[in-house]
C-alpha cells in the first residue's frame, strides 16, 4: 500500500482524538450507566449464542466508517443483548457494577499506556503502584518488608503466590525444576479452583494437592491438623496451606488465626508453613469496622490474594497479590531479559516486571487509586457493608418461606438457598431448579447464579452493585415465586 493510504488512515486517526469523536462512543457508556438506575427494562438477553453469531456474520470490514456510525452499529449489534450488571436486579456472578470514576479512568488508562513491565516505561505509574500496594499492606498490618503487585485477578495472584512458595521450597526450581519428590499443597475442598489449576500449571501436579474437607463450607481446622500431621508422620513436605476469605460458593471465611495456629504448629526449618489466603472475594472486609473480624489473622499469612475487581467494585481487570516479604515475590520469578530488565543499583528496586507473571502489563493501578481518591475507603467499606445486608436480607425473607430455604448464614454478599419440591427425586429437584433459574434469567426480570452445595444443585445470589435494595430483594423473591409455579405446571 501507499503511504498516501497511511496518511489517510493517520487523518482519521486524528480525526478521533477530540472529546467530541469521542462522544458517541462515551454516550453508550453514560447512557448505559444512567439508564440503568431505575431498574427498567430487561437485565439480559433471551437470544441464544447462535442468533446473537448470525447476526454478527459479516466479512473483515477492508474500509473506514465515521465513528458515530460505529458507535450506532455497536449499540444496534450488541448492547440490546449484554447482562445490564449496572441493572439493580442483576445479582448474578461476581463481577461488579462498576465505580463510574474507576469506568471514565479505563479511558485515560487505555490512552497513556504506560507498560508496568518497567520503570522506565511507566515513570509516575511505577511509583504509583508502589503506593497503592503499601496502602492495602498497611491495611494488613504488615511493615515495610511488604511488597506485592497488581495481577490480572486471583488466579493470577494465587499462582504467583504459590510460585514463591514453591521457590521457597525448593530453592533451586527454576533451573532444576520440580525434581524427583515435590512437596504437597494443602487446600480446603471449597478452595476456588485458581488453587488446582496453580498445582497444574506449575508441574506439581494435582496428586500433589492434597484436600481438607469443609465444616459449614469452612476449612475444618481439626481436618487440617490431622491432615498436616499425617503429612509430618509419612515425611511429606508442605509447600503452603491455602485458605479463603470468601469462598466462591458461599462466601463463607475460613477461620485464619486457627489456620494460622496450624501453620506455626507444624512448621519446618523453624519457620511456621506458608499460608496463602485466597481473599479474592472477601478482602473488602478488611476496610469495614463491621466485617473485619471475619479476617482476623490475615496479617499471619506469607501471602495474599485480593481483587478489587470483585467487592471493591472496581471495573475488570484489577488484582492483587500483597506478600508479607517482598523478597518472597523478587524469588518466585529469576528471569533473566537483558533487552528489558537492567541490573538495578536503586535502593530500591522499582520495576515490577520481574516480580509479575506478566510482561506488557495495563496500569490498571490508575483505577484503583482514582476509585479511593475519588470515593474514600469509608464510602467504600460503606458499599460493601449495604452489599453484605442485601444478602441478609433475602436470608432473613426466606427464613420462613414455603417454597425457598437459605442454606448458610451469609458471611459476605452471596447467599445460597435451595427450592424445596416435595415428592421429586433428587436428580428431578436438581434439574427444576436448573430449569427455574434459565426461565427467570431468561424473562428480564432478574439474573441470577446456581451451584453445586453438598451434592444438590441450588440458586445462588451475589450481591455486587449498589443500587441493589430490599425493594429488589422482594422482586427477586416474586419472580422466582411467579416462574416456580410456571415451571412446575409445565415440566410435569
Ligand atoms: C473470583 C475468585 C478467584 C479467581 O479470581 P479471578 O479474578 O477471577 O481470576 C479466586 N478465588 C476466589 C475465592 C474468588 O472468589
Redesign the pocket.
Known sequence: MTDNAALEALALLEADTSLEAARPILALAADYLTGTRLGEGPVSTWHSAEVIAGRLQESMPRRSRPLADVARRLSSLLLEDVNRLAHPMYIGH?VSAPLPAAVWTDALISALNQSMAVREMSPSFTPLEHQVVEWMTDLLGWDSRAGGTMT?????A?FTALLAARRRAIPDVWSRGMGATPPVLVCGEHA?Y?VARAAGNMGLGMERVVTVRSEAHRLSVPALRDTLAALRSRGERVMAVVA?A???ATGAFDDLDAVADACAEFGDRGEPLWLHV?A??GGAALLSPTHAHRVRGIARARSV?W?P??TLLLPLAA?LLLMREEHDLDAAFSQQAPYLFTPNDDARAWDMGPRSFQCSRRADVLKLWVAFERYGADALAALYDRLCRMAQTLHARLADHALFTPLHEPESNILCFAWNVPGVSPEERDALTNALRERYNRSGRGWITATALDGQRVLRITVMNARTDVSHIDALVDGLEAEAAYVLKHHR
Open positions: 461476581q490480572s485477578g486471583g488466579t493470577e494465587t476456588h485458581a479463603t470468601g469462598c466462591t485466597d479474592a472475594h490474594a481483587d475487581h470483585k488484582g
